[in-house]
């Protein structure tokens, strides 16, 4: 044997030497017995001591205390448009879904120190989405727990679109010039 084929084993055999351990290591980890499943219950108990977390009255304080205090809806458009709109507090409520809120976070808010307040209307994404922001280094976070609908129910003030998501009908009929 000469020095090339010398080598060209050595690589052949290190190739399978490295294919068989990925692939034990692969049907280890695809056949093992599966780890006990965590509920998306289970996620929010583990992280709700991490979040500082506020009823309506805590939040009309701070936002009281903070004018330019940014609210954070993290439901989904069509759950905003059909449950009657956003809450309307403070320097400006966001609509982020909460699938798309590590992508469009920096470019709403770019301060890490801005109060920012998150909130869905069950409070199982709004806690989910203050602990992302405060591992992205948001210094100021906070879960509003009572969410939308109690904010709604209260009677404090809310902004509502006239646009409905999903259709072609996108707004109210608008006077475009008298009688028309």
Same mark, same amino acid.
């Given at each position: 044997?000469?020095?090339h084929?010398?080598?060209?084993?050595k690589?052949i055999?290190t190739s399978?030497?490295i294919?068989t351990i990925?692939?034990l290591l692969?049907?280890?980890t695809?056949y093992?017995?599966p780890a *006990?499943?965590?509920t998306?219950?289970?996620f929010i108990k583990?992280?709700?001591?991490?979040?500082?977390?506020?009823?309506t009255e805590?939040?009309?304080?701070l936002?009281?205390?903070?004018?330019?205090l940014?609210?954070?809806d993290?439901?989904? +458009?069509?759950?905003?448009?059909l449950t009657?709109?956003?809450i309307r !507090?403070?320097r400006?409520t966001?609509?982020?879904?909460?699938?798309w !809120?590590e992508?469009?976070?920096g470019d709403r808010?770019? &301060? !890490? &120190? *801005? +109060?920012?307040?998150? #909130?869905c209307g069950?409070?199982?994404r709004?806690?989910l989405a203050a602990?992302?922001?405060?591992t992205?280094?948001?210094?100021n976070v906070?879960n509003?727990t &009572?969410?939308?609908?109690?904010?709604?129910q209260?009677g404090?003030?809310v +902004?509502?679109?006239?646009e409905?998501?999903?259709s072609?009908l #996108?707004?109210?009929?608008?006077?475009? +010039?008298?009688g028309?």
């Amino acid at each position: 044997m000469n020095h090339h084929s010398n080598l060209r084993t050595k690589k052949i055999t290190t190739s399978r030497v490295i294919a068989t351990i990925a692939a034990l290591l692969l049907s280890k980890t695809i056949y093992s017995e599966p780890a *006990t499943l965590n509920t998306g219950e289970d996620f929010i108990k583990r992280i709700e001591a991490q979040v500082t977390h506020l009823n309506t009255e805590q939040l009309l304080a701070l936002a009281e205390s903070h004018p330019n205090l940014e609210l954070i809806d993290v439901r989904t +458009q069509r759950e905003i448009a059909l449950t009657g709109g956003m809450i309307r !507090l403070g320097r400006r409520t966001h609509a982020i879904n909460r699938g798309w !809120l590590e992508f469009q976070i920096g470019d709403r808010i770019p &301060d !890490l &120190d *801005t +109060q920012v307040v998150l #909130y869905c209307g069950t409070n199982r994404r709004s806690p989910l989405a203050a602990a992302t922001l405060q591992t992205m280094g948001y210094t100021n976070v906070y879960n509003y727990t &009572d969410g939308f609908p109690a904010w709604q129910q209260q009677g404090h003030a809310v +902004q509502s679109s006239d646009e409905y998501v999903g259709s072609m009908l #996108y707004r109210k009929p608008v006077e475009v +010039q008298p009688g028309v």
